[in-house]
């Protein structure tokens, strides 16, 4: 079986596409997986995890409404993005294509039904992108993460709850003192993950660097942090973590998020699809802080979430260094009680939705050979 995956962007758009493809290679090793994405630098960052498999670049462009039709930039990227597409579908002649959203997914997804090969969407957020939206009512069905979505695909067919899968070796991990002494860190203090190198997330290491200095002494001594920093130099933040009293290991990108989440007792970031469902998956507690763009989608990702998983929702508008420090102490607190609290810090649900996602997916291959 052969299979085209239309994936890029960002790390959200990716990592499910890495996610599932596991689980079809699991099923049938001989399996082929294309990944087709944009030319974006975070992209190729990511894609060096994959190195075994093939990964194809496309030209794109965002549809920001009625005036993109009006832009000869946004014209000429997607005619090339189309004429590529194209050409790499009649190249490889895929039996099934995946798009995974983000607008690197479109021409691969339109002209593979303009050819006729079955297509699937799967959508992370709770509110579709543009991309998904637009096509929903073409492919032979969506797959969503969360089943509030389906109120917004009104016209697409086929729609399945699946979940947003997570990769293995994040699910299994790895035990938390093998974790720990991969970073070098203390057994016997709580490990804070922060993850301030996603998307827009370079105010999240502002306010966590800044509410350093509104913690006690006594809490400074207990905690321990784990800090991705993205654009932000990670010497300079581990010192200035350092400087305040805290131990921590610092680093702008890093691909063994397996052992982060393993040493993680609490976790600090934005309201990324993915990873809800990874700190989902490990049963972390986390503070959110959505981002404050982009249609205000991660807020109800967000808060969604936080009704049935171990998290709060904070807003960066409302939040500065004294609350922020007011809310890493309360989180602390919290994964320090063997049964969580009631309310927002329920225990995580469990669903494979790797498995669930493999089986659509095979079930539209299916549909085509016969």
Same mark, same amino acid.
């Given at each position: 079986?052969?299979?085209?995956?239309?994936?890029?962007?960002?790390?959200?758009?990716?990592?499910?596409?890495?996610?599932?493809?596991? @689980?079809? $290679?699991?099923?049938?090793?001989?399996?082929?997986?294309?990944?087709?994405?944009? !030319?974006?630098?975070?992209? +190729?960052?990511?894609? $060096?995890?994959?190195? #075994?498999? !093939?990964?194809? *670049?496309?030209?794109?462009?965002?549809?920001?409404?009625?005036?993109?039709?009006?832009?000869?930039?946004?014209?000429?990227?997607?005619?090339?993005?189309? %004429? *590529?597409?194209?050409?790499?579908?009649?190249?490889?002649?895929?039996?099934?294509?995946?798009?995974?959203?983000?607008?690197?997914?479109?021409?691969?997804?339109?002209?593979?039904?303009?050819?006729?090969?079955?297509?699937?969407?799967? =959508?992370?957020?709770?509110?579709?992108?543009?991309?998904? #939206?637009?096509?929903?009512?073409?492919?032979?069905?969506?797959?969503?993460?969360?089943?509030?979505?389906?109120?917004?695909?009104? !016209?697409?067919?086929?729609? #399945?709850?699946?979940?947003?899968?997570?990769?293995?070796?994040? @699910? +299994?991990?790895?035990? !938390?003192? =093998?974790?720990?002494?991969?970073?070098?860190?203390?057994?016997?203090?709580?490990?804070?993950?922060?993850?301030?190198?996603?998307?827009?997330?370079?105010?999240?290491?502002?306010?966590?660097?800044?509410?350093?200095?509104?913690?006690?002494?006594?809490?400074?001594?207990?905690?321990?942090?784990?800090?991705?920093?993205? &654009?932000?130099?990670?010497?300079?933040?581990?010192?200035?973590?350092?400087?305040?009293?805290?131990?921590?290991?610092?680093?702008?990108?890093?691909?063994?998020?397996?052992?982060?989440?393993?040493?993680?007792?609490?976790?600090?970031? &934005?309201?990324?699809?993915?990873?809800?469902?990874?700190?989902?998956?490990?049963?972390?507690?986390?503070?959110?802080?959505?981002?404050?763009?982009? +249609?205000?989608?991660?807020?109800?990702?967000?808060?969604?979430?936080?009704?049935?998983?171990?998290?709060?929702?904070?807003?960066?508008?409302?939040?500065?260094?004294?609350?922020?420090?007011?809310?890493? @102490?309360?989180?602390? %607190?919290?994964? @320090?009680?063997?049964?969580?609290?009631?309310?927002?810090?329920?225990? %995580?649900?469990?669903?494979?939705?790797? $498995?669930?996602?493999?089986?659509?997916?095979? =079930?539209?291959?299916?549909?085509?050979? #016969?």
């Amino acid at each position: 079986m052969k299979y085209i995956f239309a994936c890029g962007g960002t790390g959200g758009h990716i990592f499910p596409a890495f996610s599932v493809a596991e @689980e079809l $290679k699991r099923r049938d090793p001989a399996s082929k997986i294309l990944y087709v994405c944009g !030319k974006l630098d975070i992209e +190729n960052e990511i894609f $060096k995890m994959v190195l #075994r498999e !093939k990964v194809v *670049s496309i030209e794109s462009a965002p549809f920001r409404g009625a005036r993109s039709l009006l832009s000869p930039i946004f014209l000429i990227k997607l005619s090339k993005g189309l %004429a *590529s597409a194209a050409d790499i579908l009649r190249r490889e002649r895929p039996d099934v294509v995946v798009g995974f959203g983000g607008y690197f997914s479109f021409p691969v997804i339109l002209a593979a039904r303009l050819k006729g090969i079955p297509c699937l969407l799967h =959508e992370q957020n709770v509110i579709p992108g543009v991309a998904n #939206r637009m096509l929903g009512s073409y492919v032979s069905g969506t797959a969503l993460s969360f089943a509030e979505t389906k109120a917004y695909l009104k !016209k697409s067919v086929n729609v #399945r709850v699946t979940g947003n899968p997570v990769r293995t070796a994040i @699910e +299994n991990g790895v035990s !938390k003192d =093998e974790a720990l002494r991969f970073f070098d860190l203390d057994p016997g203090k709580r490990t804070v993950l922060v993850l301030g190198g996603s998307q827009g997330a370079e105010s999240i290491n502002t306010l966590f660097l800044e509410a350093l200095g509104h913690l006690t002494a006594d809490f400074r001594k207990k905690i321990q942090v784990l800090h991705l920093c993205g &654009r932000m130099d990670p010497r300079d933040a581990q010192k200035r973590i350092k400087e305040a009293g805290v131990l921590a290991k610092a680093f702008s990108f890093f691909d063994r998020m397996d052992l982060a989440y393993s040493a993680a007792d609490a976790a600090i970031g &934005r309201a990324g699809a993915t990873f809800l469902a990874e700190i989902s998956t490990k049963s972390i507690p986390a503070l959110l802080i959505p981002y404050p763009f982009d +249609n205000g989608h991660q807020k109800l990702n967000a808060t969604i979430f936080s009704l049935t998983h171990r998290a709060v929702v904070a807003l960066q508008k409302d939040l500065t260094a004294e609350s922020f420090a007011r809310h890493l @102490e309360a989180l602390v %607190a919290e994964s @320090e009680k063997e049964t969580p609290s009631r309310g927002t810090f329920l225990p %995580a649900e469990k669903t494979n939705a790797r $498995k669930l996602l493999a089986d659509f997916i095979m =079930e539209c291959a299916g549909d085509h050979g #016969r």
